[in-house]
């Protein structure tokens, strides 16, 4: 019986092994123009264009960096890609990833490994950072589904829990043109690669 096939083909010629993942065939360019196309919330979110993952994802950098002054570039870099996996897997909504169970965190995780491996991180982030991601994530849910989303403040403090006041400044969303986000995840990779040394 043929295996079906499942990797797949990039604008930038990479072939990607979705099973089996390598950091040869991962390419920022690749991730950048892939996370900046895919929407959060399903697409269900106010404005001319969708917010996007990359859009997202320099959010959650920008957060975790604010929230810890003094952090190396590695681990902002960490942040910056912590949904790097959504561009070839997509962004599935909570409710889904339940549904689907395990199979999916076990892709994710897969990708996430050779992404990290890619630009000199370790396979598996340290829990410590982890963590501090996983809450400039929940933040950034936040101020998304306050402001684009349409939840209630009340239904958005259950669901991801209120942000201190004092990074409120740093949450307003503006969805933007794909492109332009692209450009912006770019160069965001790039300065913390050089920071990174």
Known sequence: MKQPRAWQRMLSGRRLDLLDPTPVDIEIEDIAHGLA???????????DYPYSVA???LLVERLFSRMNPGVGARWKLAA????????????????????????YEEL???LAAAIHLRFGLPAEIPAPIKRQIKKADRISAWAEAVQIAGFSQAEADR???RPEPSLKRAL???PRPPMEVRADFLARHEALLAEAG
């Open 159 to 161: 669901f991801f829990g």
């Open 80 to 103: 910056l890609l912590h949904d790097a996996p959504e561009y070839v897997i997509g962004d599935m909504i909570s409710p889904v990833k339940s549904a689907i169970g395990p199979a």
């Open 37 to 47: 196309f895919v929407a959060r919330w399903n697409g269900q979110t106010r404005g």
């Open 108 to 110: 994710d995780a897969r």
């Open 172 to 174: 307003a969303i503006a």
């Open 55 to 57: 859009e997202h994802s």
